[in-house]
């Protein structure tokens, strides 16, 4: 079974973080909440306190297929402003799997890796994508191994493409029916 590493720093958007890992442990699969920073606790930028299950130093991420980056200011900021979150950015993007919410798409913009793909985020975040890669606002897509949504309303259909991705469409039936959507 894959497994799923949601990127946490200061900042991040609570319900783009959090729905993600809702519905993947509801759809069978292992995900960790990974803290970016020096310490397991991060705030949101809602000012909502978690705690993550390790941080980046504690992860091999061999053991890892999908890396998912929610949004929020400033953490969207916070994770392109540090290279090690950069760097399993590009490795994910090139031999793995890639999610990103909000904010967090135009990471991907930045680093390059949207080049002849298709791609949303929250509006005015796009500026970083190449021409005609921005697909529309108040989306999901999926564009082979990178998904990306456009803002926190999407964050449960973000949510459920992931767990389709990895787990396919009768654990996404699964969790539909067991959330009453």
Do not use: W
Not at 18 to 41: A, K, N, P, Q
Not at 55 to 67: A, N, Q, S, W
Not at 87 to 113: D, M, Q, W, Y
Request: hydrophobic share 45%; charged share 25%; net charge negative.
């Amino acid at each position: 079974m894959s497994a799923v590493a949601v990127l946490v720093a200061d900042g991040f958007e609570t319900i783009e973080c959090l729905t993600m890992v809702d519905v993947l442990r509801r759809g069978g699969v292992r995900v960790s909440l990974v803290s970016t920073m020096s310490t397991r606790d991060a705030v949101s930028s809602q000012q909502i306190e978690i705690t993550c299950d390790c941080t980046l130093e504690e992860v091999d991420f061999d053991d890892y297929d999908y890396i998912v980056l929610p949004g929020g200011l400033p953490g969207a900021t916070n994770l392109r402003r540090d290279e090690r979150v950069c760097n399993l950015v590009r490795e994910f993007a090139t031999k793995k799997h890639v999610a990103a919410i909000c904010a967090a798409p135009s990471i991907l913009g930045e680093l390059g890796l949207l080049v002849g793909r298709r791609a949303t985020c929250f509006p005015g975040f796009d500026k970083s994508f190449p021409a005609g890669t921005f697909a529309g606002e108040k989306t999901v897509i999926v564009d082979g191994n990178i998904i990306t949504a456009s803002g926190m309303g999407q964050a449960l259909p973000f949510a459920l493409a992931v767990l389709g991705d990895i787990a396919g469409e009768r654990a996404v039936e699964k969790v539909r029916e067991g959330i009453q959507l």
